[in-house]
């Protein structure tokens, strides 16, 4: 990894998650195996006895059928070990992009260029007697598979806040300044251009926009005078969503400060 790191010039490295395979239970496997091969022995043994003896070799039927039974299973849970056994995975931050390493595998190093953006996503969950929060994160690179980092991996929320630090920093500028340029701006789910904020079709303008908010994992476009958010998404839906919510603020409180004009795009915002 350090080496591919240095390879593409990526800088010095900021963190460091990376996975843990469980451990097979291999009990499950011998286990059977050890109490079902003598069961066929025995079987087999009672089968020849009764044969000779009785001239009826179904008499170790029964061990038969058992110790078959258990020597299948040993042999289902080795074909599940060696068939579905994770690789272990590690990802790496850096000061100018990111590296995946699969063991066994050459890593694949990506530069903040390379990558269209972030998207994350915290969920509380709750027993009733206790409660955690569980992490995502969707790294998406133009070319190659994305990139997920969850809390399989040792120190995913650490890594996830510091990632999307790292991200905005270097994004937020060069998105501000295609927004100043009059560009629309796509976030996935939603967007912002010059004239407002919105999601699919539906744009509200930055006069009438109240605030901008994440609450409980869903990201609130308020209205003002509205009681209820004008728009409501689920935050994985909003690509580069800390670079979403700094532009969105800033730029409505410069809409908001600007006395309106008659050749001001339209302002007029529809409703969901």
């Known amino acids: 990894m350090r080496r591919v790191a240095r390879d593409f010039e990526l800088g010095s490295r900021q963190g460091l998650v990376w996975t ?21 022995w025995l079987g087999i043994s009672a089968a020849v006895e009764g044969r000779r003896s009785h001239g009826a070799w179904y ?4 061990l ?43 890593p694949e190093a990506y530069s903040w260029d390379e990558i269209d953006g972030i998207r994350r996503r915290s969920t509380n969950v709750t027993n009733g007697i206790t409660s955690a929060t569980t992490h995502e994160l969707w790294v ?25 630090r790292t991200f905005t920093r270097i994004r937020l500028p060069q998105d501000s300044d295609r927004l100043k340029a009059g560009e629309r701006v796509d976030f996935f789910g939603a967007h912002l251009d010059p004239a407002g904020v919105g999601y699919l079709d539906h744009r509200l303008g930055w006069r009438e926009v109240d605030r901008v908010t994440v609450k409980q994992g869903w990201l609130e476009i308020h209205r003002h005078g509205d009681g209820k958010p004008w728009a409501r998404l689920p935050v994985e839906m909003v690509q580069n969503l800390s670079v979403f919510l700094a532009l969105a603020t800033r730029t409505r409180r410069e809409k908001a400060g600007r006395r309106p004009r008659s050749d001001d795009p339209g302002d007029t915002g529809r409703g969901a």
């Open 59 to 62: 008499y170790g039927l029964p």
């Open 20 to 40: 843990e395979p469980k451990r097979f239970p291999w009990i499950v496997v011998l286990l059977p195996a050890l109490v079902g091969l003598p069961v066929v």
């Open 140 to 164: 998406c690179p133009r070319e190659g598979a994305e990139i997920v980092v969850t809390d399989a991996y040792k120190g995913a929320a650490l890594f996830t806040d510091e990632l999307d």
């Open 64 to 106: 038969l059928i058992l110790g078959a039974v258990l020597v299948a299973a040993a042999g289902y849970f080795l074909v599940l070990a060696l068939t579905r056994r994770q690789a272990q995975i590690w990802v790496g931050l850096y000061q100018q992009g990111i590296v995946r390493e699969v063991a066994g595998q050459v």
